[in-house]
Structure formats: structure tokens, C-alpha cells
């Protein structure tokens, strides 16, 4: 069965917006990992506005499973990480504009630029995953720079309005699984999954783990963190 990650950026995001101290995705990842989650994600962004660094810093503390970093390539992050030592940190395009993060990392372009970065990165003991839309120029360099996984983006997917669309994303997303897989990364993929198109992305058996936010955390809202894991991860086995 692929990992259940669950992303509490949303948590601290509804928290930001009075400044006050709750809700505490520290809070929230207790309750995911206590209903099965396999592991949790935090963005720390550039502008900080939503994870704080109190946030990584406890949540290193105190997660059980596996705490990935999702983090821009950048100098500062890469101290903040080597301080807190994740178990993963995942290396995404970062744009202060955006709402969430658009496009998967250009590793094909920023190859050797990258290059310090990740080698910083282990150096500390922390496994690298590259954030990448589903394309081969991007894997080889993934395979090339010895990054540990590749997460897949699956927004293109997730968000396809015609049937023909979304079959051609699921299709990418196959092909790109298998030359992952076959180069010997871990597959890791994100992005807009929700509680009908797992249904699909299960088909993919290289995947193995799911890195999901938004679908989840709309819906704990709803009807509390546990019985929302528990439903994602009954849909992933
Ligand atoms: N993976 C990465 C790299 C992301 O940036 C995000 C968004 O924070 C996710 C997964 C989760 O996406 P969503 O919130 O749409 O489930």
C-alpha cells in the first residue's frame, strides 16, 4: 500500500489569518498520524505565511512517522534545514505571488545550480525529493543530481476539464512513473489529489507515497482529521 502524507499548511493558514495561536497544524499532525497518516508535510515559505519556523522546529519534535520539508532551493531554507534535519525535504519552485506552488521544479534548467543544494542537503543526512511536473528531462536530472525521490506533479491531472485531458495528464503521469521507478527513484506525487481522482492515481503502482493537503484538510474541517485520513487511506489501500 502506497504512504498517506498529509500537508497541515492550511491549518497554520486559517491560524495566520487572526495571528492567534490556533489552529496548530502541531495539533493537527498529532491527529493524522494517530488516525494512520504515514507522514507529514510542511512548507516553510520565503514570506512565512502560513508555517512559521516554530512550526518545523516543534513539528521535528514531536512527528512519529516522517517529516518532509517542503522548501525552496535557497540558502536560508537550506540552513534552516540542515538546523532541523527533516527526514526529506522536498525542493519546489517558490513564487511569492501564487497561491500554492504552480509548476513542478526545472531541474532540466537549473540542473547544475541545484547541484549544491541537494549535495548540502545529504551532507546533513536529510533525503532530497525533487518537486517536478512529469516530464523525462526532468527525471534524468533528478537521477543525475542522486536525489533520493521525484514527486510527481499531478495538478495538470487534478485539474483536466475534459475526460480526453485528464486521460492524456493520467497518461504522463504513468510514463513518467515508470522511468522513475526504473532509474531507481522513489516516486512520491502531489498536487490537487482528492477523494475521486486517488481512484485513478491508485492505478499507478509506482507510486509510493501521496502527499496530499487541501482535499483533506477541507474536509477535516467538516468532519475532523481522523475520519478524513482514515477515508483517504481506506481509498489509497
Ligand atoms: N506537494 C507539493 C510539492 C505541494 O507544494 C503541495 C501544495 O502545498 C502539495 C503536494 C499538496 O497539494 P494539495 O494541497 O493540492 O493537496
Known amino acids: 500500500m502506497p504512504r498517506l502524507a498529509i500537508n497541515v499548511d492550511h491549518v497554520a493558514t486559517v491560524r495566520q489569518a487572526r495571528l492567534a495561536p490556533e489552529p496548530d497544524p502541531v495539533a493537527a499532525a498529532m491527529f493524522a498520524e494517530l488516525a494512520g497518516a504515514h507522514g507529514i508535510v510542511v512548507h516553510l515559505r520565503e514570506d512565512r505565511r502560513h508555517i512559521q519556523d516554530r512550526d518545523v522546529?516543534?513539528?521535528?519534535?514531536?512527528?512519529?512517522?516522517?517529516?518532509?520539508?517542503?522548501?525552496?532551493?535557497?540558502?536560508?531554507?537550506?540552513?534552516?534545514?540542515?538546523?532541523?534535519?527533516?527526514?526529506?525535504?522536498?525542493?519546489?519552485?517558490?513564487?511569492?505571488?501564487?497561491?500554492?506552488t504552480e509548476g513542478g521544479l526545472d531541474v532540466a534548467v537549473?540542473?547544475?545550480?541545484?547541484?549544491?543544494?541537494?549535495?548540502?542537503?545529504?551532507?546533513?543526512?536529510i533525503a532530497v525529493?525533487?518537486?517536478?511536473?512529469?516530464?523525462a528531462k526532468h527525471i534524468k536530472a533528478a537521477r543525475r543530481l542522486e536525489a533520493d525521490y521525484v514527486e510527481l506533479h499531478t495538478g495538470a491531472f487534478a485539474e483536466a476539464k475534459s475526460f480526453a485531458d485528464r486521460q492524456e495528464q493520467f497518461e504522463r503521469l504513468v510514463t513518467a512513473a515508470r522511468l522513475a521507478k526504473k532509474l531507481e527513484l522513489g516516486v512520491h506525487a502531489g498536487h490537487g489529489v482528492d477523494y475521486l481522482n486517488i481512484l485513478w492515481l491508485k492505478n499507478i503502482t509506482e507510486i509510493e507515497e501521496y502527499s496530499i493537503g487541501h482535499s483533506i484538510i477541507a474536509r477535516a474541517v467538516l468532519v475532523g482529521m481522523d475520519r478524513a485520513v482514515r477515508e483517504m487511506l481506506q481509498l489509497i489501500g
Open 129 to 135: 525529493s525533487l518537486f517536478i511536473d512529469p516530464d
Open 110 to 125: 537549473f540542473e547544475s545550480s541545484l547541484q549544491g543544494t541537494v549535495e548540502a542537503l545529504h551532507g546533513s543526512g
Open 57 to 100: 522546529a516543534v513539528l521535528r519534535k514531536t512527528v512519529k512517522t516522517k517529516l518532509n520539508l517542503e522548501m525552496a532551493a535557497t540558502a536560508e531554507m537550506v540552513e534552516i534545514a540542515r538546523k532541523i534535519k527533516p527526514d526529506v525535504a522536498t525542493l519546489v519552485p517558490e513564487k511569492r505571488q501564487e497561491l500554492t
